[in-house]
């Protein structure tokens, strides 16, 4: 009887048209579902270029959450996820100074409100010996925007630059938590080591300011 009924349903296109459509509405809520997880809770995200470096490299894949900024602030020394003015491309980057703060760069060294900031844990110099080899005059953090630079100070494009400047909140996509490939170089990425930590930089024959 069994088999019987279910050659019957074989045979009866209005159930194979709602079986079909049964699975295509299971398929919708699925994906749906997938790209909702990836737009407003986490995803993975690839790093490109060496702004970031030692930190993160060239090529690794980092594990991006977007729901604790929804709850609190990005902190200082947070690597978030965010977005410039005009850029098509996310970028990667550290939080260096928080609202109402003033940061500026002098001898080679980052200062938040006249306090030098503490940074060996993430930048030695570079490959040249050299310390940051541009100053910059002091800039107020507005409200509800951080200051952000890249680890790799004398490779990145950041905060520093007057067309870029400070990066309000609503622009910082996420936060990063960790590397996740390759699958050898899984890591915290403020509590792991990286696998290039205390090797100089070595930048490309030709670098270009705006990289």
Same mark, same amino acid.
């Given at each position: ?92 980057? *550290?939080? %260096?100074?928080?609202?109402? =703060?003033? @940061?500026? !760069?002098?001898?080679?060294? /980052?200062? &938040?409100? $006249? ?14 010996? *050299?310390? %940051?080899?541009?100053?910059? =005059?002091? @800039?107020? !953090?507005?409200?509800?925007? /951080?200051? &952000?630079? $890249? ?61």
């Amino acid at each position: 009887m069994v088999a019987a009924g279910e050659e019957l349903h074989k045979r009866d296109e209005a159930f194979k048209r709602a079986s079909n459509l049964d699975f295509l509405m299971w398929l919708a809520v699925f994906v749906a579902l997938a790209l909702a997880i990836r737009l407003f809770v986490f995803e993975p995200v690839q790093v490109v270029g060496d702004s970031m470096y030692p930190s993160l490299l060239d090529g690794e894949r980092m594990f991006v959450e977007k729901v604790s900024y929804l709850i609190e602030p990005p902190e200082r020394g947070d690597v978030i996820i965010c977005r410039y003015p005009a850029y098509a491309e996310n970028c990667v980057k *550290r939080v %260096i100074g928080l609202p109402g =703060e003033t @940061v500026s !760069v002098s001898g080679g060294i /980052v200062y &938040v409100n $006249g306090e030098p900031l503490e940074e060996s844990a993430y930048w030695q110099g570079d490959s040249f010996g *050299r310390d %940051i080899r541009v100053d910059m =005059e002091p @800039v107020t !953090v507005p409200e509800k925007s /951080v200051f &952000v630079m $890249g680890d790799n100070r004398n490779f990145s494009t950041d905060s520093r630059e007057a067309s870029i400047g400070p990066i309000p909140y609503a622009q910082v996509i996420g936060k990063v938590h960790s590397v996740i490939f390759p699958l050898g170089e899984v890591r915290s990425v403020y509590t792991g080591v990286s696998p290039m930590a205390g090797v100089p930089y070595e930048p490309p024959a030709l670098f270009y300011w705006g990289q």
